[in-house]
T-cell receptor
Framework: AQSVTQLDSQVPVFEEAPVELRCNYSSSVSVYLFWYVQYPNQGLQLLLKYLSGSTLVKGINGFEAEFNKSQTSFHLRKPSVHISDTAEYFCAVSNTGGFKTIFGAGTRLFVKA | SQTIHQWPATLVQPVGSPLSLECTVEGTSNPNLYWYRQAAGRGLQLLFYSVGIGQISSEVPQNLSASRPQDRQFILSSKKLLLSDSGFYLC????????????FGQGTRLTVV
């Protein structure tokens, strides 16, 4: 079975500062990895995904993430955040060939002016 | 293009009343369908998933049930709601046989009073 741990429940950061949201996963099989963003009272939108190939994945809104197999991590980064990036971010994993996507508990990013 | 509809957006129901939340997908065939519940600070909990008409897998024993009467329709139900059923319910779909990302509806905020 897979599991996902998001190491920070809340991350406050000033506008234009860099940010990293941490995600670790566990799985006994190969996995696909995802980051989603959720704005208040809305569904989730995909930011980026890692399926195979290059371990550095670029997504929408200037976000990127790096897959590190040895550390079983998939941390999300952005070099300069905006107020509009304030939202909740979810890391997710699904095993290759499986039906289920398992989500972490979420990290609330709060960007301050 | 594919779209997913989920309704109602908000719902306030008394304890002991029945529940029916509906989700429909357009623009795709034979999708995998999912119901998640989101409680504050606890991320997304997978409740049910379905890989075909009439095929329902339950992830967590609880007061809820799911049905898939048509290929692109997924219904979440309860005969008698509990206070603990309050939360934000999200429907999602994923392409059958392909391990792509999940696409989410806008969610239903259920408050049991």
């Amino acid at each position: 079975a897979q599991s996902v741990t998001q190491l920070d429940s809340q991350v406050p950061v000033f506008e234009e500062a860099p940010v990293e949201l941490r995600c670790n996963y566990s799985s006994s099989v190969s996995v696909y990895l995802f980051w989603y963003v959720q704005y208040p009272n809305q569904g989730l939108q995909l930011l980026l995904k890692y399926l195979s190939g290059s371990t550095l994945v670029k997504g929408i809104n200037g976000f990127e993430a790096e897959f590190n197999k040895s550390q079983t991590s998939f941390h999300l980064r952005k070099p300069s955040v905006h107020i509009s990036d304030t939202a909740e971010y979810f890391c997710a994993v699904s095993n290759t060939g499986g039906f289920k996507t398992i989500f972490g508990a979420g990290t609330r990013l709060f960007v301050k002016a | 293009s594919q779209t997913i509809h989920q309704w109602p957006a908000t719902l306030v129901q008394p304890v002991g009343s029945p529940l029916s939340l509906e989700c429909t997908v357009e623009g795709t065939s034979n999708p995998n369908l999912y119901w998640y519940r989101q409680a504050a600070g606890r991320g997304l909990q997978l409740l049910f998933y379905s890989v075909g008409i009439g095929q329902i897998s339950s992830e967590v024993p609880q007061n809820l049930s799911a049905s898939r009467p048509q290929d692109r329709q997924f219904i979440l139900s309860s005969k008698k709601l509990l206070l603990s059923d309050s939360g934000f319910y999200l429907c999602a779909w994923r392409g059958a046989g392909v391990n792509t990302e999940a696409f989410f509806g806008q969610g239903t905020r259920l408050t049991v009073v």
